[in-house]
């Protein structure tokens, strides 16, 4: 008898550190904040191709947007839909402007020794799984704080969500999702109290 149940397969990607999440075409990931206050770098692949990659560039032109909502897709650099917002429970303030935090920002910040960062937690995500990538896509930031202002400088505040919201995206495609528990905490930019925490997620279909 096929199981026609649908299923949901929570996981966890510990704080501070990067992992790689197959996704079939129609399945959902629902990527949660359950303290409120962390930040994921998010990037998708095509998982037939991998030189197809989620586009934060072609995503902004193509919705005319830099933060989506509901029914908008993140595309790939070739216009594909990859993953489409069904459900946001947060405020609906996430970035898609800002790079992904790398070992330099750290340096830049007087970090003496290693940091961890998203860039590496991309790489080291991909390679767990037998993959790699030949650089750092633009991530969608998901509960990312960056407001533009006024006079189109930007700001980096706390997230505004609060413990349980959650996003939900669907696949368009087969990928390869990675998710990196922002290890930031030389800002706010994971909350006030500079705190990486784990980021949570569920698979479902
Ligand atoms: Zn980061």
Same mark, same amino acid.
């Given at each position: 008898m096929i199981d026609t149940l649908s299923r949901a397969v929570p996981g966890v990607v510990p704080a501070t550190m990067g992992k790689a999440i197959p996704l079939s075409n129609g399945q959902v990931i629902k990527v949660l904040s359950q303290h409120g206050t962390q930040v994921f770098d998010m990037w998708a692949f095509?998982?037939?191709?991998?030189?197809e990659f989620m586009s934060m560039e072609h995503t902004r032109s193509r919705n005319s947007k830099i933060v989506l909502g509901v029914g908008d897709h993140y595309v790939?650099?070739?216009?594909?839909?990859?993953?489409?917002? &069904?459900?946001?429970?947060?405020?609906g303030i996430h970035d898609t402007l800002l790079c992904a935090c790398n070992r330099q920002i750290y340096e830049e910040a007087g970090c003496k020794t290693y940091h961890r960062n998203c860039s590496d937690n991309l790489h080291e995500g991909l390679a767990e799984i037998g993959l790699s990538f030949p650089f750092t896509p633009g991530?969608?930031?998901?509960?990312m704080n960056i407001p533009v202002n006024a006079d189109r400088t930007i700001s980096r505040l706390p997230p505004a969500t609060k413990p349980g919201d959650y996003v939900r995206l669907k696949a368009g495609m087969d990928l390869i999702v990675v998710i990196s528990a922002c290890p930031?905490?030389? &800002?706010?930019?994971?909350g006030p109290d500079k705190t990486p925490r784990d980021a949570h997620y569920v698979i479902e279909g």
């Open positions: 095509n998982a037939a191709d991998m030189t790939s650099d070739r216009r594909r839909p990859m993953l489409c917002v &069904t459900e946001d429970t947060s405020p991530p969608l930031n998901v509960f930031q905490d030389m &800002t706010v930019i994971n």
